[in-house]
């Protein structure tokens, strides 16, 4: 095509042009070709889900486990929901630094999302639940969070609202009293174990080069480079280890992480390395949510937990891997279901 041969050669007339050229740095080449695959090995695919065999989520408990996920008569206020505080039309979480619970309390940590959460080596910043079924006792009976007086109280709720008892039937079959506290947490843990988010990373670690920008690929250089992979690594890219807050410099908080659960003095100030799947999504950050910004969050990581004085250049390039980390939940998983009605022996909202 004549057109475009005679831009051709337009543009070779400017390029040898020596002077004028010469004051434009040329991009510098990298040591490497950007995103070595060498370095894939530290991480992986999401699985399709995060199924156990002790929680087997069929069809049936996973539904009724997505309903009782946003179903607020599961707290004495009958106003907060799991899906308050880990919204799944936001990431699976709310956007604030600590959340308010019963009666608008807050706690002192960030409610981390439940986005693959199951995959975690353990449940909370300090990991002291062990997994996802373990952990979806805890809110519902929180004084601060859902509030309810016990597991007899939810059960109360539960039986009397005949679809669900039929939904405890069918997703726990063969049992004689389905309708358990114990069952409605395990039915929300196998409805958790589905909430995997892949998404452009997966794709590009499985071989597709195209499936991240240039800056990206040179961001995930940059993440290497400096160490991140080292505490932020596998299928989750973190949520696989504890470790110090501040390994390399003290870190301000008062808040002494997994200490509190093991009594070990080598665990204060040591919480679950996060993972940093969906992570553009999910600010504010850290444990507290004092952190506003992505970049800001990459820039203490930097200086405390690898001595380093990142430059804003680095900063801006590893923030740009780690918007390549923003996966897809599946809509099925995602759109609010349909309620259950209550009916008259349903107990009333207390908000007291
Ligand atoms: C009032 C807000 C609130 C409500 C309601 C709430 N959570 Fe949370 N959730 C939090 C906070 C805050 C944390 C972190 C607490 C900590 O680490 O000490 C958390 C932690 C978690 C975690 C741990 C994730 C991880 O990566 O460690 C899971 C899973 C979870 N919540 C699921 C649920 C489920 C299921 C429900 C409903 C039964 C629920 N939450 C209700 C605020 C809430
Ligand atoms: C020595 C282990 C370690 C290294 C190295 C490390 N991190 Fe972290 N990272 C953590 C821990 C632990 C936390 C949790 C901090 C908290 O609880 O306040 C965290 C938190 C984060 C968060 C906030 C996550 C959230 O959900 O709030 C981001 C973002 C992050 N790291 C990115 C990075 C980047 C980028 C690097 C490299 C510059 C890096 N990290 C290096 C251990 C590490």
Not at 43 to 69: E, M, T
Not at 207 to 227: H, N, V
Not at 241 to 266: I, M
Request: contains cysteine.
């Amino acid at each position: 095509m004549v057109a475009t041969v005679g831009c051709e050669k337009k543009t070779e007339t400017v390029n040898v042009a020596p002077v004028v050229e010469t004051a434009k740095q040329p991009a510098p080449v990298p040591a490497k070709p950007a995103s070595d695959k060498t370095r894939f090995a530290l991480f992986s695919p999401l699985p399709p889900n995060y199924d156990s065999a002790a929680n087997a989520g069929s069809p049936d408990r996973v539904a009724l486990g997505k309903q009782l996920y946003f179903d607020a008569r599961l707290s004495k206020s009958q106003k907060i929901s799991c899906n308050s505080c880990h919204d799944l039309a936001k990431f699976g979480q709310d956007g604030e630094a600590t959340s308010p619970g019963h009666k608008g309390q807050r706690g002192g940590r960030n409610s981390p999302t439940t986005l693959n959460a199951a995959a975690h080596v353990a449940q909370f910043w300090d990991g002291r639940m062990k997994d996802v079924e373990a952990q979806a006792h805890g809110p519902v009976t929180n004084p601060g969070e859902m509030a309810m007086a016990n597991g007899e109280a939810v059960e109360k709720v539960l039986r009397s609202v005949p679809e669900y008892v039929k939904a405890f039937a069918a997703a726990f079959p063969g049992e004689t009293s389905p309708v358990t506290f114990d069952n409605a947490a395990n039915a929300i843990a196998a409805f958790e174990r589905k909430l995997v988010t892949p998404g452009r990373w997966d794709k590009f670690i499985a071989g597709d080069d195209a499936a991240l920008t240039e800056d990206e690929k040179r961001g995930f250089d940059t993440f290497y480079e400096k160490g991140c992979f080292s505490c932020h690594n596998g299928a989750t890219v973190g949520g696989a280890s504890f470790q110090k807050l501040g390994a390399k410099e003290a870190y301000p908080t008062t808040d002494l992480g997994r200490f509190q659960v093991t009594k070990n003095e080598a665990d204060r100030f040591v919480f679950k390395v996060p993972s940093l799947r969906n992570i553009a999504k999910t600010a504010p950050y850290f444990h507290d949510g004092s952190i506003a910004t992505l970049g800001e969050a990459v820039r203490l990581m930097g200086k405390h937990q690898l001595g380093l004085a990142l430059s804003d250049g680095e900063v801006t390039s590893i923030v740009a891997f780690l918007g390549a980390l923003t996966g897809d939940l599946a809509a099925d998983l995602a759109s609010p279901p349909q309620l259950p009605k209550s009916t008259k022996t349903t107990p009333k909202a207390d908000e007291n």
